[in-house]
């Protein structure tokens, strides 16, 4: 072997073992390296968990005041929610004449109360008229001139002739009754009664009609209407009765001594007590250190407040038709209970709904998985829509460019608008509660659509 490969051979053995050492040299720092790594995050992780531990004793002290507080302060809320809706129905059915006639006016359009108010007047007049008697009468007159016969006839047929005069008077009342002259009438009549009742409750100088103990409606102008009717007719011997004012019981007269006491009271807690349940409420919820899902069991709270309420005016109705005199309807007086309170109902369901709303709205909005993945789905669908149109050239430009920069003060802004429509709505219901809700989904739709964020890459000037 020549000294040349000797030669070669030695620097081949030398590179060979210089690069060995140089790996084991590199593995050994990378293995310092990896040794100083772990040690760094076990030292990171250590410091994090002492920072925890800070944090959460610190914190300690107001989560445990902050949670029972908030509760407190959301049910007080709650609870005065029902009783602000009783507040300001009373209110407004004791003060406000227009709200009262309003409330009872459909009550001469249902059947049981026309037929209760047929047969008062048609007992009133028959009593007045007394057929039967009169009947009774022409016979001993008719037997005293020698018809004895005739006479005899005429009397065994006088419960007939009574019972056939009867039915024409309730068939006339019955038309009469239901009338549009007659609506304008009841309408006309509870509206002078309650006029009065105002005056009575203000301490002013009152004409209140009041019969057994019981605040009433005056039946004398239908009386009047029906003995034209008969006249007409050909019964023309009603024309002749003495003036007949049988009365409609309307409210008893001792809750007017109770109601003047609390007139004022009504007028000022039909203010205060809604007021005072949103301040409680809105209380709880910021000192709540979990701000949204106070508000979603604030939503709840109020939903369950409306629906103990209406559990409530279902065992009270029960109670009223339990306790009724036999001389009273049972049927008009039911009808007349859910008649009057059907505005206390409207505004239970309104309120129900609007607690319902909210609680949906502050969950879906929330952190919780449901709803990040739910509002992805719906950002992912709206992305696909947009990129379809941007398939056939059908782009929002500059206008999408501008909503998505700005849509987050759009969505408070159509969240406000919303929430003004719905405060300053004349008379709202549960329905308009939805529509209102329907309608802002669909707004806040629009702008995760028309919004087009900038694409990846694109430059300032693009």
Same mark, same amino acid.
């Given at each position: 072997m020549k000294a040349s490969d000797h030669a070669g051979l030695g620097r081949?053995?030398?590179?060979?073992?210089?690069?060995?050492?140089?790996?084991?040299?590199?593995?050994?720092?990378?293995?310092?390296?990896?040794?100083?790594?772990?040690?760094?995050?076990?030292?990171?992780?250590?410091?994090?968990?002492?920072?925890?531990?800070?944090?959460?004793?610190?914190?300690?002290?107001?989560?445990?005041?902050?949670?029972?507080?908030?509760?407190?302060?959301?049910?007080?809320?709650?609870?005065?929610?029902?009783?602000?809706?009783?507040?300001?129905?009373?209110?407004?059915?004791?003060?406000?004449?227009?709200?009262?006639?309003?409330?009872?006016?459909?009550?001469?359009?249902?059947?049981?109360?026309?037929?209760a108010l047929t047969n008062k007047v048609s007992t009133a007049v028959s009593a007045e008229l007394d057929v039967q008697g009169l009947t009774k009468q022409i016979a001993a007159e008719l037997n005293k001139s020698g018809l004895p016969k005739l006479s005899s006839l005429l009397s065994g047929f006088s419960g007939s002739i009574a019972s056939g005069v009867d039915g024409l008077i309730h068939s006339a009342v019955?038309?009469?009754? +239901?009338?549009?002259?007659?609506?304008?009438?009841?309408?006309?009549?509870?509206?002078?009664?309650?006029?009065?009742?105002?005056? +009575?409750?203000?301490g002013k100088k009152s004409a209140l009609t009041i019969s057994g103990g019981k605040v009433v409606l005056s039946l004398g102008p239908i009386i009047d209407r029906v003995k034209n009717d008969?006249?007409?007719?050909?019964?023309?011997?009603?024309?002749?009765?003495p003036p007949?004012?049988?009365?409609?019981?309307?409210?008893?007269?001792?809750?007017?001594?109770?109601?003047?006491?609390?007139?004022?009271?009504?007028?000022?807690?039909?203010?205060?007590?809604?007021?005072?349940?949103?301040?409680?409420?809105?209380?709880?919820?910021?000192v709540a250190r979990r701000h949204r899902r106070a508000l979603v069991g604030a939503g709840l709270g109020l939903a369950a407040s409306m629906l103990v309420l209406g559990i409530l005016l279902a065992v009270g109705r029960s109670i009223y038709l339990s306790k009724l005199p036999a001389s009273f309807s049972a049927d008009a007086a039911a009808v007349a209970f859910d008649t009057i309170v059907r505005f206390i109902k409207q505004g239970l369901r309104v309120v129900l709904v609007v607690g319902l709303v909210v609680a949906v709205a502050a969950f879906f909005t929330g952190p919780s998985v449901t709803a990040a993945r739910t509002r992805q789905a719906f950002k992912s669908g709206f992305a696909a829509i947009r990129r379809a149109g941007e398939r056939f050239s059908l782009t929002t430009g500059p206008v999408g460019t501008w909503v998505y920069q700005y849509r987050q003060p759009l969505r408070i802004g159509a969240v406000a608008v919303a929430a003004l429509i719905f405060v300053f709505w004349g008379n709202p219901t549960g329905v308009t509660v939805i529509v209102v809700a329907v309608i802002l989904l669909a707004l806040l739709g629009l702008i995760e659509l028309i919004g087009r964020p900038p694409r990846a890459g694109a430059t300032a000037s693009e």
């Amino acid at each position: 072997m020549k000294a040349s490969d000797h030669a070669g051979l030695g620097r081949r053995g030398s590179a060979r073992g210089g690069w060995q050492a140089g790996e084991r040299e590199t593995t050994q720092n990378g293995s310092q390296e990896v040794e100083w790594l772990r040690r760094e995050v076990a030292d990171l992780q250590a410091k994090l968990a002492d920072a925890q531990a800070k944090e959460a004793g610190r914190r300690q002290p107001r989560s445990g005041w902050r949670a029972p507080v908030a509760a407190v302060l959301i049910v007080i809320g709650c609870v005065l929610a029902p009783l602000s809706v009783l507040a300001v129905w009373t209110a407004n059915e004791v003060s406000n004449t227009s709200t009262y006639v309003a409330n009872v006016a459909p009550l001469i359009s249902q059947p049981a109360i026309r037929d209760a108010l047929t047969n008062k007047v048609s007992t009133a007049v028959s009593a007045e008229l007394d057929v039967q008697g009169l009947t009774k009468q022409i016979a001993a007159e008719l037997n005293k001139s020698g018809l004895p016969k005739l006479s005899s006839l005429l009397s065994g047929f006088s419960g007939s002739i009574a019972s056939g005069v009867d039915g024409l008077i309730h068939s006339a009342v019955a038309k009469v009754v +239901a009338s549009p002259q007659v609506r304008r009438l009841w309408i006309n009549g509870n509206r002078a009664v309650h006029e009065q009742l105002v005056l +009575a409750l203000e301490g002013k100088k009152s004409a209140l009609t009041i019969s057994g103990g019981k605040v009433v409606l005056s039946l004398g102008p239908i009386i009047d209407r029906v003995k034209n009717d008969l006249s007409k007719r050909g019964l023309t011997i009603v024309s002749k009765l003495p003036p007949i004012n049988p009365t409609y019981p309307l409210f008893s007269a001792k809750y007017l001594v109770q109601a003047q006491s609390l007139y004022r009271t009504l007028n000022t807690l039909k203010w205060v007590l809604p007021v005072l349940a949103l301040i409680f409420i809105a209380a709880g919820v910021y000192v709540a250190r979990r701000h949204r899902r106070a508000l979603v069991g604030a939503g709840l709270g109020l939903a369950a407040s409306m629906l103990v309420l209406g559990i409530l005016l279902a065992v009270g109705r029960s109670i009223y038709l339990s306790k009724l005199p036999a001389s009273f309807s049972a049927d008009a007086a039911a009808v007349a209970f859910d008649t009057i309170v059907r505005f206390i109902k409207q505004g239970l369901r309104v309120v129900l709904v609007v607690g319902l709303v909210v609680a949906v709205a502050a969950f879906f909005t929330g952190p919780s998985v449901t709803a990040a993945r739910t509002r992805q789905a719906f950002k992912s669908g709206f992305a696909a829509i947009r990129r379809a149109g941007e398939r056939f050239s059908l782009t929002t430009g500059p206008v999408g460019t501008w909503v998505y920069q700005y849509r987050q003060p759009l969505r408070i802004g159509a969240v406000a608008v919303a929430a003004l429509i719905f405060v300053f709505w004349g008379n709202p219901t549960g329905v308009t509660v939805i529509v209102v809700a329907v309608i802002l989904l669909a707004l806040l739709g629009l702008i995760e659509l028309i919004g087009r964020p900038p694409r990846a890459g694109a430059t300032a000037s693009e």
